[in-house]
């Protein structure tokens, strides 16, 4: 992801559209849903990623997702399940879930901003970011587990393991 480079001066600007500062910035494809939703489309190594920001007035908060198309079943259920824990334990910012109405694994964040003018681009950079290394980086354990019929221990051996050397 490339950074804005923006002076990171107090604003008073809504939170989604600082996002979409940083969405068009990147010419990322995207949906302004409304004031307070917007969808977007980020080329990934394994695949597309669908991030979705929503801000919550009353909360002060801005949630986010950012999920892969990949699809869990029923019965993959209580494997993925197991993933997750595994997974989540790696984690220091966000948690990785599935949305069971479309069986959608994906990272999610809040960012509370109760106090805050706005949300910063540099908040929102990182966010963004963090989301993108951690579902790329956990991918092929979500793909081992799904796709492969793996275990969960055996997928997360499988997707952690660090290259050396260049092909």
Not at 20 to 40: C, G, H, I, K, P
Not at 77 to 83: A, I, T, Y
Request: proline share 4%; aromatic share 12%.
């Amino acid at each position: 992801m490339t950074s804005l480079d923006a002076a990171s001066e107090t604003n008073t600007h809504h939170p989604i559209d600082i996002v979409e500062q940083l969405v068009e910035f990147n010419e990322w494809t995207f949906d302004r849903r409304s004031n307070e939703e917007m969808a977007v489309q980020v080329p990934g190594s394994w695949c597309d990623y669908s991030l979705y920001f929503a801000w919550n007035d009353e909360m002060e908060a801005i949630h986010f997702t950012c999920a892969f198309d990949m699809r869990v079943s029923e019965d993959q259920l209580p494997r993925v399940q197991e993933l997750l824990a595994m997974v989540n334990e790696k984690l220091w910012l966000g948690h990785f879930g599935v949305w069971t109405d479309e069986g959608l694994p994906m990272f999610r964040a809040t960012l509370p901003l109760r106090g805050q003018q706005s949300l910063a681009v540099e908040q929102t950079e990182d966010m963004v970011e963090t989301a993108l290394l951690e579902c790329e980086r956990f991918y092929p354990a979500f793909q081992y587990v799904i796709w492969g019929g793996k275990q969960a221990p055996d997928a997360i051996e499988a997707a952690m393991i660090d290259t050396v050397g260049e092909a």
